[in-house]
């Protein structure tokens, strides 16, 4: 079958640094997503990973490693408004998004 | 990026009646959509994929006599929720994709239903 894990909860402090992993195994890859979701609101997409590395988008990174079947979301000088849920989702050999479950970051100040 | 819209925002509907979700992209044209339920704390769950001009395939476990899906255009899609009852009150998501190739999908701002 196929199964994404990512961290139910985590709990960080405003202005620090925090990463979220997720493992994932699927029938073929062909990119990973990472999308920010505020309560009762539609994700938003922060990053696409199709190569192995690191991928800088201002104080958000992501990283992949497609023969670990892993990848993190780095979250760097934390502000209260990144209190969200981040959903890890990869796109099998059909295009088809499979989600992770969700990570709910809670930032305290 | 890419605008997706989806309407309404919300809607409350009494119980047997139907519902009508769209969602249009705005300055794409969305060969691909996706619709998605989200119960509270839950993840996305992927109800149908629809390609413009075909029928929509759903996903195991969704009705299709229930959850119509229609995608007449590149630029189009509606979903219509038949005989609503209260279990199916949720959080409904399309997305949209242009192309086959690996470009990232866009989401609308979600529908909110709730069946009373």
């Known amino acids: 079958g196929q199964n994404i894990d990512q961290p139910t909860e985590m709990t960080a402090t405003e202005g620090a640094i925090v990463q979220i992993n997720c493992t994932y195994q699927?029938?073929?890859?062909?990119?990973l997503f990472w999308y920010q979701q505020h309560a009762g609101e539609a994700p938003t997409f922060l990053s696409y990973?199709?190569l192995d590395g690191l991928e800088e988008k201002g104080r958000f990174s992501s990283f992949l490693s497609r023969s670990k079947g892993y990848s993190y979301l780095l979250l760097k000088e934390l502000q209260m408004k990144d209190s969200a849920s981040y959903l890890c989702a990869v796109w099998d050999s059909n295009y088809q998004l499979i989600w992770g479950a969700g990570t709910k970051l809670i930032i305290k100040p | 990026g890419a605008v997706v819209s989806q309407h309404p925002s919300w809607v409350i509907c009494k119980s047997g009646t139907s519902v009508k979700i769209e969602c249009r992209s705005l300055d794409f044209q969305a060969t691909t959509m996706f619709w998605y339920r989200q119960f509270p704390k839950q993840s996305l769950m992927l109800m149908a994929t629809s390609n413009e001009g075909s029928k929509a395939t759903y996903e195991q476990g969704v009705e299709k006599d229930k959850f119509l899906i229609n995608h007449a255009s590149l630029t189009l899609s509606t979903l219509t929720v038949t005989s609503a009852h209260p279990e199916d009150s949720s959080f409904y998501i399309c997305s949209a994709r242009g192309g086959t190739g690996p470009t990232e999908a866009f989401f609308g701002q979600g529908t909110r239903l709730t069946v009373v």
């Open positions: 990973n199709v």
């Open positions: 699927t029938s073929g890859f062909n990119g």
